[in-house]
């Protein structure tokens, strides 16, 4: 996989580059919060597999401590307050990049996979239904 992604404002290019990374939704309350929306679109990125290429400031971050208890740092543009990806201090994301998707440029419909995992379904909406295949998961596991 070759894609590249940006911020809204286009300040913040990235791009991802080898094997396709697995894909999970996340419906935990601060996804609701970080997306604004009901669920976070998560592409679990090796960090080497990823870079920032252009950008005129750093990213801002803000760190939050998740329902689970690890450290939840997330990464936005500081001039258009888009949340390009997320890392956080649990083993399972060690040297991950859990990247917006929703950031993704015009690849975004072609180059996805359908989600691997579910995660955090005790807070899925009441009217969004489960997608059919992935792995559920109450929680993080
Ligand atoms: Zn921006
Ligand atoms: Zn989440």
């Not at 911020?7 to 935990?28: F, S």
Request: with cysteine; net charge neutral; proline share 4%.
């Amino acid at each position: 996989m070759h894609a590249s992604g940006s911020c809204l404002c286009g300040d913040v290019k990235y791009e991802v580059a080898g094997e396709r990374p697995n894909l999970a939704l996340c419906h935990c309350q601060e996804c609701h919060k970080v997306t604004g929306s009901c669920f976070s679109t998560c592409l679990m990125v090796p960090e080497n597999n990823f870079s920032i290429v252009h950008g005129s400031k750093p990213l801002k971050t803000f760190t939050v401590k998740q329902e689970s208890g690890m450290n939840l740092k997330v990464h936005f543009c500081p001039n258009c307050g888009t949340t390009v990806y997320k890392t956080a201090d649990a083993e399972q994301f060690k040297g991950t990049i859990v990247l917006q998707a929703g950031t993704l440029d015009k690849g975004l419909a072609v180059n996805m996979a359908k989600p691997n995992a579910e995660f955090w379904t005790k807070y899925r909406t009441s009217w969004l239904e489960e997608v059919k295949g992935p792995q559920q998961f109450a929680e993080f596991a």
